[in-house]
């Protein structure tokens, strides 16, 4: 039974009491309500002249409201107060409260305390860019591009959390951690193999891998279709340029500082983290689970990610050009 028909019981009770209908019986007969039930709430009745509900005993709350507005005003100001200065400032306005106590009112309130995302700085000339570009691109047809870009694995990366009991785990890492490059593609249609390298990237190397990967592309989605890069110098240089004008049927613009758009930068997400899972000892084992994690991704996931794309374009528009969260 819900909290809304024992509240209906009992105000019905309540009126044949004030009827002087006082007899558990009588009632019974008259609403149907459980004989139980009638006389619990008349014993109520007769023991405190009312069927509201007591106040609950208990200790009262160690933060007021007093306290948590307090709270709130400090890290408004200052959001990088460790618990223990919070507690100090607290105390200066005679509100005494422990570290626990405030790390627990806050995670209450839905407070994390968290790293900043790293992401580059855009200047009012990027943001009226991206905004200008968005308008451009709102209503494209998107499922005829392809989305490329290249990034760099770590080997031991260490960014997974864990739940633990007792002492935080400690995982040993090497002072110097070597690296794997990627470089891949996908549309619509499907992805490009993962090419995997550990030299430098210059312009005359990204237009080989390029290169090595046209026939991919052309089997995914024909002799029409769209190339899309960022605006890396290895990418915009006269050597990437003079290849790409004659072997890519539209090279698409593209904003300055706009991983966000990019959905390519989704994919690498998942690749890292699950990666990062498997605990790769080698650059070997690197080389392989980053294939292998590459080759996992289904293909709903690209169309879902090829389809974000309008809406990224109209968040852009929302946003004034500032950065999205994707």
Request: net charge positive; aromatic share 10%; glycine share 4%.
């Given at each position: 039974m819900t909290?809304s028909?024992?509240e209906?019981q ?7 009491w004030k ?7 009588e009632?019974?007969k008259?609403?149907s309500?459980?004989?139980s039930t009638i006389?619990?709430n008349?014993k109520?009745?007769n023991?405190t002249g009312?069927?509201s509900?007591?106040q609950?005993?208990?200790r009262?709350?160690?933060?007021t409201?007093?306290a948590s507005?307090?709270?709130g005003?400090?890290l408004r ?5 460790s618990?223990?200065?919070?507690a ?16 627990r009112?806050l995670d209450e309130l839905?407070?994390?305390n968290?790293?900043p995302?790293?992401?580059p ?8 860019n991206?905004?200008e570009?968005a308008k451009?691109?709102?209503n494209d047809?998107?499922?005829?591009t392809i989305f490329?870009?290249e990034t760099?694995?770590q080997?031991?990366r ?7 009991k ?6 040993p890492?090497p ?5 794997i ?7 619509s249609?499907?992805?490009t193999?993962?090419?995997c390298f550990t ?13 090595k990967?046209?026939p991919e592309?052309?089997?995914m989605l ?6 899309q890069q ?6 915009t240089?006269?050597?990437?340029k003079?290849?790409l004008?004659?072997?890519?049927p539209v090279?698409i613009?593209w904003?300055?500082?706009s991983p966000?758009?990019?959905p390519?930068?989704?994919?690498w997400a998942?690749v890292?983290k699950n990666v990062?899972?498997?605990?790769p000892?080698s650059l070997?084992d690197?080389?392989q689970f980053l ?6 991704i289904?293909d709903?996931?690209l ?9 990224r374009?109209?968040?852009i528009?929302?946003?004034n050009?500032?950065r999205?969260?994707?």
């Open positions: 909290s028909d024992l209906s009992r105000q019905t009770i309540l009126h044949f009827k002087g209908v006082r007899k558990p019986q009632i019974h008259l609403t309500i459980p004989l006389k619990y008349i109520k009745l023991d009312t069927l509900h007591r609950k005993s208990g009262p709350k160690k933060v409201q007093t507005r307090t709270l005003q400090f100001r200052d959001p990088t107060l618990l223990r200065s919070l100090n400032k607290l105390s200066k306005f005679d509100i005494n409260l422990s570290y626990v106590t405030i790390k009112h839905g407070y994390k968290s790293l995302i790293g992401t700085m855009l200047t009012e000339t990027h943001k009226a991206r905004v570009w451009k691109h709102l047809n998107w499922n005829k490329t870009d760099a694995f080997l031991f260490n960014t997974i959390t864990q739940w633990h007792g002492p935080r785990p400690i995982r890492l002072k110097n951690r070597q690296k490059f990627t470089w891949a593609g996908f549309c249609r499907g992805k193999s993962l090419f030299q430098i990237m210059d312009a005359n190397f990204y237009v080989e891998i390029v290169e990967h046209l592309i052309n089997s024909g002799s029409r279709w769209r190339f960022d605006n890396d110098p290895k990418h240089s006269r050597v990437a003079g290849f004008n004659e072997n890519v090279i613009d904003p300055s500082n966000d758009l990019n390519i930068e989704n994919l998942i890292k990062e899972k498997r605990m000892k070997d690197l080389k294939v292998e994690e590459w080759e996992l289904p709903s996931l169309i879902n990610l090829v389809n974000s794309m309008k809406n374009c109209a968040l528009i929302e946003n050009g500032e999205i969260s994707y």
